[in-house]
């Protein structure tokens, strides 16, 4: 794998990146883990990537057995949960936010979603602001391509809704903005591409708008 794109911890190339304070998600679970588990010269990382996959798997086969036994209605409590999840990861991410003077609301956009990929989802990000009302990126490696199918990524749009409501709600941003997938990984792309657009007003929200038809989907199989 060529080595572009960034992960946790890595510098963007825009000079406010680093003037930009976001907050560090289960902060005290990390700091006991940095302290007791790292240090271990017998700590093999790849166990973390098993253990994620393992509950990611989970999660999948929890959706997928409701749908089948409970239609609608326990479609709808498992959404909830994992909307109410995202949720939780988007308030974390902007505990005791700094935002610089000058920063504009674009480049503050990508820099939260930065977060969200190379932290929630332990990806490797290639992230472009495109201009003021537009930023994109590409996902280069996501540790879920190799065990999700295609369809099995709806279960990352319900999470990310959750984090769009947070940020949403907090008022962090001045506007509000469309989130959609171009390609992915799952469906045979190079790379997972997104594309997040200043949203005009009164139109309605596309992300949110896909999941229900995905949802419907998945009750019709």
């Known amino acids: 794998m060529d080595e572009k794109g960034i992960l946790k911890g890595n510098n963007r190339k825009e000079a406010m990146w680093n003037k930009t304070k976001l907050g560090e998600p289960f902060k005290k679970a990390l700091e006991r883990f940095k302290e007791k588990v790292i240090p271990r010269s017998d700590f093999d990382p790849t166990s973390l ?4 996959l393992f509950m990611s798997m989970a999660v999948i086969n929890i959706l997928q057995e409701v749908e089948k036994k409970l ?3 326990g479609q709808k409590v498992v959404i909830d949960a994992l909307i109410k999840t995202g949720y939780t990861m988007g308030n974390q ?3 005791n936010i700094k935002i610089p003077a000058g920063i504009s609301d674009i480049e503050l956009m990508s820099f939260l979603v930065t977060i969200v990929n190379t932290q929630a989802w332990t990806s490797i990000e290639d992230p472009r602001i495109d201009n003021e009302a ?3 990126f590409d996902i280069i490696w996501c540790p879920l391509q190799d065990i999700y199918k295609a369809f099995d990524c709806r279960v990352q749009r319900y999470l990310v809704q959750g984090i ?3 940020f949403r709600d907090s008022g962090v941003l001045q506007y509000e903005y469309q989130i959609e997938f171009k ?3 799952p469906a045979g792309a190079e790379t997972c591409l997104f594309q997040i657009t200043k949203k005009n007003p009164n139109e309605k929200d596309r992300w949110e708008e896909y999941s ?3 949802g419907k989907k998945a ?3």
């Not at 990537?49 to 994620?52: A, D, I, M, N, Y």
């Open 49 to 52: 990537l098993q253990f994620g």
């Open 71 to 73: 239609g609608d209605e």
């Open 93 to 95: 991410i902007l505990e």
């Open 134 to 136: 537009q930023c994109s």
């Open 164 to 166: 769009i409501n947070s």
């Open 183 to 185: 390609s992915t990984i």
């Open 212 to 214: 229900k038809a995905l």
């Open 219 to 221: 009750l019709e199989k």
